[in-house]
């Protein structure tokens, strides 16, 4: 097969990749920032036609405003959990790969099949409920926060381990021989070089927590505690027959994700990707 052939086979397919994407992920987008802007009647329809009046403004502040601005609350309890959650598994999750890369026993390699395994084993849902009653945290924001710590260490140990084994050993010896201690080795010389795994972790995990609705619905009950994907399960029974204003809902709750991600792709990558060549 000639160079030229190749080049043309690699356009086409990076054509057809476009097109797939376009079609999965920006026609349901602008599906919905269209009709988010439209009048009721009109957002009936369910079609891609431009509104005929625009009422994008008188939508949003309608959205926030319902149930006594419950949207406003959930933001305030998502990004509350999201961060705590966050700053928790970033901090552990680099102490306890670091732990695992550099000290290998038989202890530290159960401790990791243990957390592995939270990524294969699939949620219990009664039993993780009488833990958090049997603990008091159960209806609580802090219970929630430890339900996404739990469920997200696994997939950021792993993360960090096979990044931090790509960093030289000898700089810990180093280290030690300018008299640092082992807590003084992880925080001024490994953490310091995990920034791109760091910021994999942050985005990734940001999302999927922010973007999680199975263990707030499950862990989470009360008007008080809902989050913003509760807002749309609750909101679709409230606007069966105001499909703009479910759909501004969606759009709020969706756009902070996505800027996160368009600006954070690449950190992403290259963060998923460090630790693929030795681990």
């Known amino acids: 097969?000639?160079?030229?052939?190749?080049?043309?086979?690699?356009?086409?397919?990076?054509?057809?990749?476009?097109?797939?994407?376009?079609?999965?992920?920006?026609?349901?987008?602008?599906?919905?920032?269209?009709?988010?802007?439209?009048?009721?009647?009109?957002?009936?329809?369910?079609?891609?036609?431009?509104?005929?009046?625009?009422?994008?403004?008188?939508?949003?502040?309608?959205?926030?405003?319902?149930?006594?601005?419950?949207?406003?609350?959930?933001?305030?309890?998502?990004t509350l959990i999201t961060v705590c959650a966050i700053t928790i598994l970033v901090i552990f999750g680099a102490m306890v790969g670091f732990v695992i890369q550099r000290r290998p026993s038989?202890?530290?390699?159960?401790?990791?099949?243990?957390?592995?395994?939270?990524?294969?084993?699939?949620?219990?849902?009664?039993?993780?409920?009488?833990?958090?009653?049997?603990?008091?945290?159960?209806?609580t924001l802090q219970g929630m926060i430890l339900i996404q710590v739990a469920y997200g260490l696994g997939f950021t140990v792993l993360l960090f381990r096979a990044f931090i084994a790509t960093i030289p050993r000898e700089l810990d010896e180093a280290a030690i021989i300018d008299g640092a201690k082992p807590w003084q080795v992880f925080f001024r010389v490994v953490l310091p070089l995990l920034k791109p795994v760091t910021v994999t972790v942050i985005v990734v995990?940001?999302?999927?927590?922010?973007?999680?609705?199975?263990?707030?619905?499950?862990?989470?009950?009360?008007?008080?505690?809902?989050?913003?994907?509760?807002?749309?399960?609750?909101?679709?029974?409230?606007?069966?027959s105001q499909n703009n204003l479910l759909f501004m809902n969606?759009?709020?709750?969706?756009?902070?994700p996505l800027i996160v991600f368009v600006f954070f792709n690449r950190q992403i990558v290259a963060g998923m990707t460090s630790g693929a060549v030795k681990g």
């Open 1 to 78: 097969m000639t160079d030229r052939s190749l080049t043309a086979r690699n356009y086409a397919m990076g054509v057809v990749a476009l097109l797939l994407a376009f079609v999965v992920f920006i026609v349901p987008f602008l599906f919905v920032a269209i009709n988010a802007m439209k009048t009721a009647p009109d957002a009936a329809q369910l079609d891609f036609s431009l509104p005929e009046r625009w009422v994008f403004w008188e939508n949003v502040v309608t959205t926030v405003q319902t149930r006594d601005y419950a949207l406003l609350l959930a933001y305030w309890n998502s």
């Open 250 to 256: 969606i759009l709020l709750i969706t756009i902070p």
């Open 205 to 240: 995990q940001s999302i999927s927590i922010f973007n999680d609705f199975t263990h707030p619905l499950y862990y989470l009950p009360g008007r008080d505690n809902v989050t913003v994907q509760l807002t749309l399960y609750n909101f679709q029974s409230q606007f069966a």
């Open 106 to 139: 038989p202890v530290s390699r159960f401790v990791y099949v243990l957390i592995l395994s939270g990524l294969m084993i699939p949620p219990a849902v009664v039993p993780t409920i009488w833990v958090l009653q049997g603990i008091n945290l159960f209806k």
